[in-house]
Structures are given as C-alpha cells and as structure tokens.
C-alpha cells in the first residue's frame, strides 16, 4: 500500500473525480444558477408521481454507471426539481439564492467535518462561536450561550429540554416520572413543532396549554395569565411560555415585554420562537416588533428562512452562563471528549448538543454576512416587509380582492437593493 | 418591480455571481480536491484557538467586503481546516472523499430544498423512499418504513420514542407520568447517544440499563435477560434492547440472533444501532457479523460513516408496515400537510418526522450507488475490514507491539480497488 493512496482513493483516479465534479458544477451553473432564477423558466417541471418514478429510474442496482449516465441523472434531477431559487416560488418560508451563502455551502461540503471538537473542527469551532454571538447581540445580549441545532422544531425542542432541567435537575437522570406534571404555554397560532416536541419529550401534547390570540393572531397575555391559573389548579406546574416572534400563518408577532412581565413574575422559562421573525433584530425599522426579546431565556432563530442561508441554519441562543447547555445535555463520552488535550477543552462543544456527529451550519451564514454586511442583510428584511405591503397596496387597487389582515410593520419602498 | 427579478436577486448582478461561484468552486478543486487528498500535504494546518482567531478575522461587521477579500476568506477557511479527505486522517468513523457523493451534496445545496411535500420536493420525496427500500432490502425487509435523521444519536432516539408509542399510545398525549416506570437495555459498549436520548425523551438516564459485554465487546444475552429480570423486579417494564452493531470504541458486533431471542419471548422491541456497522450488510463475506437484523423492529444505519456519504446521511429503518412513524409523530399541521392536494399526500413525508424543514440527505447517497454500483461499495467495505487487518499483521512483525484484540470479520487483500 503506497502511503498516498487515500482509504477510498478518489476512484483511483484524481483527474478523472475532478473532472466529473467540474461537470457537475457546470451543470449546476446552467440548470440551476441561469435557468432556475430566471421567470423565463418554469419553477417545477410537474409530474405525476408514478410517472416522474418512470422517468427517473431510481433503482439502484449491483453495477455501477459510466460518468456520462451519472451527469445525464443529475440533470434529470435538477430538471424535474422544485427550483426554490426561483422569482415565482412561493411555499414555506423561504426562497431566492443568496451566492455566498451559496459558496459557503459548497465549501463546507467539500470540508465534510464534524463539529464536535477544536481538533476535528478547528476553524468551525471558532466561526460558530462568533456567529452566535453576532446574533446574540442583535438580541440584545452581550453574554450567553447557544449553538446550531437541525431545523427550528429540534431548537425549540432544546429551549424546553434546558427549562426543565433548570428548574428540575434530577429529570435528566430519573426522568419525568419523578417530577409533578409539568405545563408550558403557547398560542394558538404556534408552530406545531411545539406540540410535537412535548410528545417527544415525554411530556405529552396535553402539557401544551394553548393561549388565545387576538385578531391579528398575536398571544393575548391576559389569558396567559388565566391559562397559568388554570394549569395550577389542575395540579401542574407551569415552567415555560413559547412566545412566537413571527408567527408560521399570518406573520404576527407575540407581545414580547407583556408575556415577559408574565414570566418574570412567575418565574417561568421565556422561550421566544423567532424561527422566522428573528431576523428582523437585522432591520432598525421593523426591529421593535421584537422589543422586550432581551428578556427571554431562549431564543430559536432560524437564518435558512429570512436570511436565505440555506438549510439548515438554525440557532438556539441563551442568556444563560452558567453552563446550561453542557450540563443538561452532556455525557462525556471519554473516546470523543477527552480532557487531557493540549487546548482548552471548553473547545469541544459537541458535548453541549444531544447529537454526536453534527453539520457545519455557521459558514454558509458567516460568508454571506460578511460579503453583504450588516447593511445589506438590513436591506434584504427591510426588502421583504416593503414586498409584502406592495402586495397589498397593488390588490387594493383591484377588483375582488379585501384586506383580511394588514401585513406586520411598515410599508417601505420596494425595490431598495 | 420587474416580474423577472427574483426576492432575492443574485447581487442583482447574476453573471458576478456566476463569476463568484465559478472562483470558489477552483478553489475547492485546488485546494481540497487536490491538495487536500495528497499526502504530500497536511492533514490540517494547526494552529492554537487564540493565534487561529485571530489569523481568521471572524468578526460580522456592518460593511460588506468585496469578491476578492471574500475569494481569500474561502482559501483560509480551508487552509485552517481538517481535511477529513486526507489519506492520513484517521479520527471519528468517517474519512475519504468520494467523488459522486460530493456530486450529489453539491446539487443538493444549489437546489436547497426541504423534504415536507411532494410538491415542494418531488424528486427527492421519491428517491428517499427508493433509498430507504434499498436499505431494507439489506437488512432483509421486502417491506416497512423508514426515513433519513439528522445523525445517529437522532436516529437512535427515534427508535426509543417509537417503542414506547407503540406499547403506550397514550403517551403522546399524556406523556410518561401516564406510564409505569419504562427501562431499555444496551450494553456497556453501547454509543452514548443511547443515554442522551434517554434523558432528551424525558425518561432519565436512570432507565437505561447496563447490560455486560465479553472480552470482545459483545452484548452477553445472558445478562441481558438478567438485567431484564432485574428491571422489573424493581418494577420498571421493560420495553426495548438496543443492540449495537459495530460499537464506536471496539468494533464490536452484537450477536443479535442471540438477543432477538430474548426480545421475541419477552416482547420487546428489538432496535439496532448499525450506524458505523450497517454497511457491512453490502459485504457478502462480512455481512454474517450482522445475522439476525432481520428480526430487529428498528435499524439506526448512517451512509455517511463507512460509506463516505458525507454528513449527514443517517437512515432509521422500521419494519413496520402499519404507519406507525406518522401516527407517533404526525400533528396533521392543516398549512402543510392539507389533505385535499392533486396527488397522494401519503407522499407529503413531513409529517413523519419530529422536524419540520429537513434538509434532502438521499441524493448524495443515491448518486454514488448509482455510480459505484452495489458492487463497487461492496468491495468499499472490504477494503476497509482487509485494511485493519492489513494494520494487525504489520505491527505484529514489529517489536514493542502487541494486539489486544483481533479486529471483526476476516481477514483480506487489501488494495482490491
């Protein structure tokens, strides 16, 4: 065995990989970079299930193919694929193609590491730290804790993981069954990743108490407050209130600083669920929609959504400083996180998070940060509200169209960047 | 606004986001492709946390930087980094680079989708589900269910909540102060993902319990029914084995005929975490080492660890067939997953999962199986069991070393391919 010959050599063949992966790039240059943001295009070539199956022959068999065949697939593949980047693609939440953010994503694919520790990770480790503490001070913090987790559902799963531990330390070794029932607090108009996350937890969708909303879909704090009465009655304790900062439906952002006086009294967990409205803290103008998010504990803010980073790009951030994270969630496993190393071992963060292997998810957002700035992620929020209310003003002017609900923030002047 | 711009604009400049995207991919291919697949090279240029922070310029400020100074952030994010694609990386269950799989992760990125619906990924919600069939089909399944994760650790959890849903139903409303005390069993050498998710679900670290392994690293059924008998004499029910396929630290192959034995007469469900030692079920001369997986309930197997799939790519494989999946995890969220769609929503997969976006983790797998062929993964596999025993016989020829321990499967020539 010749000692340059990698474990699974590039196919035996260097030029021959590089090559196919110069294809591949140019292919995605034309089919996605050109032909998918253009509305000249269509944003879906449908088909009907059983005959996309006919046409993309997905078996996968004993031989393998030639290149040839291997870039026609991935042609194919792109052809009949939802193009997310495109100007008319309207689904959940997110859209468009930011390149650098682009270009970090290709770059951490190509790096293909793990984030758990300094030495696998170095540069990673580092860069996430730094993000999260650019997104912390937007929240208004200049101290805390968080890390990168896979989609808002499994972030707003940690928030309530971590408020539990807090306030019942013993749940993470004798679990829930040696705790009194426990209850947390939503709106009506929450993601439903809330509900899903308390059954996985093993609290059940019942300890979800569910406030009402006003007619803009924002949580009324009064019934909170008689929400957390009633729990009490029933012989559960209150512990956590997910306020939404943007909600999934109708765009409406919780009362932050009411719900906030609720908790503070109380004592109970502020969780603000900003997976989509978080990147508002970008925009000076619509900011205030967040004001009070200072005084959460936790905050789940997911910049694949606004931002446009690309999934996944998840952060969940607390203020907390006394080692929440790693003490709720580590196991010290002594294979991976050993304590004899020659750095500070507080570098090894994959004792912080419930996975093992875990993504790179910060450079995508990092390069795009730095290339566009502050300034001009600013601009692309503030670009997003002026959208929505051009929307409206345009419909107004039609036939057949009412306003049922008048959009989140201010009208802008579309077009800015 | 022009229909044609998209909300996002590629900088309104998309010919200088080509030009970007172009400079960057040459930059991978010299710099990771080339370099970082020589030996000739380093593994990682290594540098200190404090002097790495500072060579690095994290910092986020408001001012954006110009393409150059963004093209040189890219060189030295990787320059800094680990190249787990280096012939002389050897750390944590993954290394190499495989040419297709980065194919497939690099399509991927450009067309960042997520995996909810058949309408808003219709390619990818067919070629997860070809590539879970696959999967089964190697553990022995002509049917079942199964969806990707993102890791092992997540995996694995899934297993635990599904088993416990399925003797409890009760507990996704109720939660576990509805249940008796519950207790799982895996062995000493079991991945410490097994405790974490023990404590995540809400059913303490406390109900894991230990069970004893041989001087191999094996799971002892007979102290597993031991530790079973225990369990409930201290009345816990006992409700699943996690049997490890391939431990983290030995290598070690459970006798999972032995144990699905024990799981069969008591009525528990049996999980297997294969996610290092799935793979070997491709290897006609290694896959015995598994015998009995076919009788497991649940297989937690992840691609991107000795197939080189990259990260993330982590398989949870059910046997059954009654939608067990979505009725333990499915919220029937009415803006996603509406049941009045044009096609089959039993295709909308979202709501089988306790995430909401999720990233497409089966293309980069799809890809290289296509292009390697079962075949040529199989002799993958090989080469790796050829190439630890290949280790064993050189060390012994040499003083100052003594095996401890013969390595799993047999021996064989390695540089098959």
């Known amino acids: ?45 449908w088909k009907e299930p059983e005959e996309l199956k006919q046409l993309l022959d997905l078996e996968l068999r004993s031989q393998g193919e030639a290149s040839e065949q291997i870039l026609a697939r991935c042609r194919e593949v792109i052809h ?15 859209s468009g193609l930011d390149p650098h ?22 540069v990673f480790v580092l860069m996430e730290e ?4 650019k997104l912390r001070a937007l929240v208004g913090w200049s101290s805390g804790d968080g890390v990168f987790c896979p989609g808002g559902s499994i972030s707003n799963m940690y928030a309530v993981n971590l408020a539990r531990y807090q306030r019942y330390p013993d749940c993470k070794q004798r679990g829930l069954r040696a705790l009194p029932p426990l209850a947390l607090f939503t709106s009506k108009e929450c993601h439903y990743s809330i509900k899903k996350g308390a059954a996985f937890l093993g609290l059940g969708t019942n300890s979800v108490r569910v406030v009402k909303t006003d007619e803009r879909g924002k949580m009324v704090p009064e019934d909170l407050e008689r929400q957390i009465s009633l729990a009490e009655a029933e012989g559960a304790v209150p512990f956590l209130v997910s306020a939404t900062s943007g909600t999934t ?12 006086d609720v908790c503070q009294r109380l004592g109970l967990w502020l969780h603000v669920d900003a997976a989509w409205g978080g990147s508002v803290l970008l925009s000076q103008t619509h ?18 959504k606004l931002l446009t980073a690309g999934l996944q790009c998840s952060a ?26 020659f750095y500070d071992v507080a570098l090894d963060t994959g004792d912080k998070v419930v996975q093992c292997g875990r993504r790179v998810d910060c450079l995508k957002l990092w390069l795009m940060w730095k290339a566009q700035g502050g300034q001009g992620l600013e601009r692309r929020v503030d670009q997003a509200f002026a959208l929505a209310w051009y929307l409206v003003e345009e419909l107004k002017k039609r036939e057949g169209f009412e306003l049922v609900m008048e959009p989140a923030g201010e009208a802008g002047e579309p077009g800015l960047q």
């Open 1 to 45: 065995m010749a000692d340059s010959k990698p474990l699974f050599s590039l196919d035996g063949d260097p030029l021959a990989a590089e090559a196919l992966l110069r294809d591949v790039f140019g292919i995605v240059v034309d089919e996605v970079i050109r032909k998918g943001t253009s509305a000249s295009e269509k944003v879906c070539e």
């Open 80 to 94: 009949y694929s939802v193009k997310t980047c495109h100007p008319h693609f309207f689904n959940q939440l997110f």
């Open 101 to 122: 953010a682009l270009a970090g994503r290709i770059v951490t694919e190509s790096l293909n590491t793990s984030q758990y520790t300094y030495e696998i990770a170095p």
């Open 130 to 133: 730094e993000v999260l503490k």
């Open 249 to 260: 439906v109708l765009g409406a952002f919780d009362p932050l600083n009411a719900i906030a």
């Open 287 to 304: 900011r205030h929609l967040l004001d009070g998010i200072q005084r959460a504990d936790s905050v789940a803010w997911n910049p694949h």
């Open 316 to 341: 969940l951030l607390l203020r907390d400083t006394s080692n929440l994270l790693r003490r709720c969630h580590g196991s010290q496993a002594s294979y991976l996180f050993q304590q004899d190393k």
